[in-house]
């Protein structure tokens, strides 16, 4: 699936997304979030956790995380958000097999939870009780309320639900997603970041930027013209 950072997103490919996490019968979900950049990447954990949905989160670019000499408390932050966290190094493979363990294990209680009929696992939103309208909080939904699904998604800019008394303003989530991550998470700035905005600094100097646009310009025509020349001739 095309990756997300929140269900009240609306370009064609975050919509189908979301389509199968919030109509399909998904028994785990495993939330890749940059370890580096919590802040924003647990607004789609948050948005899942609301809709009943079992989550494992991947705390990716965990090395970078740590070079970078920032601190977490994946144990209490766990314990905040209610669902298993598992440091991964997705390009060295580190992290993955503890990660796809756990996603089992989750994936297996819920679907025991789901045959014996226990409420609350039915992918079935707590707080939403209009189930004719709000048709993406349910799985019972036919192709038509699927399309009616998709196309209020589209045409809405504000909420993911036709059903308001479950959505709540992304602030809100914002505000309680730094209440989770006070006391267990301390972000600094890497090397990479501090390159990073070094080179910003000097390419957006209002008295350097105009030459150095100059600058890149001609080199790329005397790269084109000058050493380009060579193979042809």
């Avoid at 089992?104 to 609350?120: F, N, P, T, W």
């Avoid at 310009?217 to 042809?232: A, H, N, V």
Wanted: glycine content about 4%.
């Amino acid at each position: 699936l095309p990756g997300i950072y929140s269900l009240t997103s609306y370009s064609t490919e975050e919509i189908l997304s979301r389509q199968y996490l919030l109509e399909d019968e998904v028994d785990v979900v495993v939330n890749v979030a940059d370890a580096s950049n919590l802040e924003r990447n647990l607004l789609l954990t948050l948005q899942l956790k609301e809709r009943n949905i079992p989550i494992v989160g991947a705390l990716n670019m965990f090395d970078e995380f740590e070079q970078s000499e920032s601190t977490i408390d994946i144990e209490r932050l766990s314990q905040r958000l209610d669902i298993p966290l598992c440091p991964t190094i997705a390009r060295q493979k580190k992290g993955i097999t503890e990660l796809l363990r756990q996603a089992i294990e989750l994936a297996d209680q819920h679907i025991a939870l789901h045959r014996s009929g226990v409420k609350g696992h039915n992918h079935i939103a707590n707080c939403c009780t209009d189930t004719e309208h709000c048709c993406h909080c349910t799985n019972q939904t036919n192709t038509n309320q699927k399309n009616r699904t998709i196309d209020a998604a589209v045409k809405s800019e504000a909420e993911a639900c036709p059903c308001t008394c479950r959505e709540h303003e992304d602030a809100d989530r914002y505000a309680h997603i730094t209440e989770l991550l006070q006391g267990v998470y301390e972000k600094k700035n890497g090397k990479i970041e501090h390159i990073t905005s070094l080179i910003d600094r000097i390419c957006s100097n209002k008295w350097l930027a105009y030459p150095l646009f100059i600058l890149i310009m001609w080199f790329i025509f005397w790269l084109t013209f000058t050493i380009g020349q060579y193979p042809m001739d």
